[in-house]
Nanobody, 121 residues
Framework: QVQLVESGGGLVQAGGSLRLSCVAS????????MAWYRQAPGKQRELVAV???????NYADSVKGRFTISREYAKNTVYLQMNSLKPEDTAVYYC???????????????WGQGTQVTVSS
């Protein structure tokens, strides 16, 4: 079993910043891709940012230039630094990761429980 635990959400005024963290633990031999998704009320879950095992990074157009994803490989942790927050960034943010429990095993996708980010205008 793999657990992804997010932290760092909260209430912030527009223009403010928050830093989300996600720690992966459990039966993990290797982690491939780690990503952040978000889901606003009444909307579909959407990809915010992703970082591959090799360090390639992609962002949703709506957050480019404001959000930064980073990864601490030794600690199985991924971060999302969110600056210049807007009310439309309000959502539940979910951590996502592809992990393998042992060498030669396939990767399995897992989700965290989510952390609420609320940006007031």
């Amino acid at each position: 079993q793999v657990q992804l635990v997010e932290s760092g959400g909260g209430l912030v005024q527009a223009g403010g910043s928050l830093r989300l963290s996600c720690v992966a633990s459990g039966s993990i031999f290797a982690i491939n891709t780690m990503a952040w998704y978000r889901q606003a009320p009444g909307k579909q879950r959407e990809l915010v940012a992703v970082v591959t095992r090799g360090g390639s990074i992609n962002y949703a157009d709506s957050v480019k230039g404001r959000f930064t994803i980073s990864r601490e490989y030794a600690k199985n942790t991924v971060y999302l630094q969110m600056n210049s927050l807007k009310p439309e960034d309000t959502a539940v943010y979910y951590c996502n990761a592809d992990t393998a429990p042992a060498a030669g095993w396939g990767f399995k996708n897992s989700w965290g429980q989510g952390t609420q980010v609320t940006v007031s205008s």
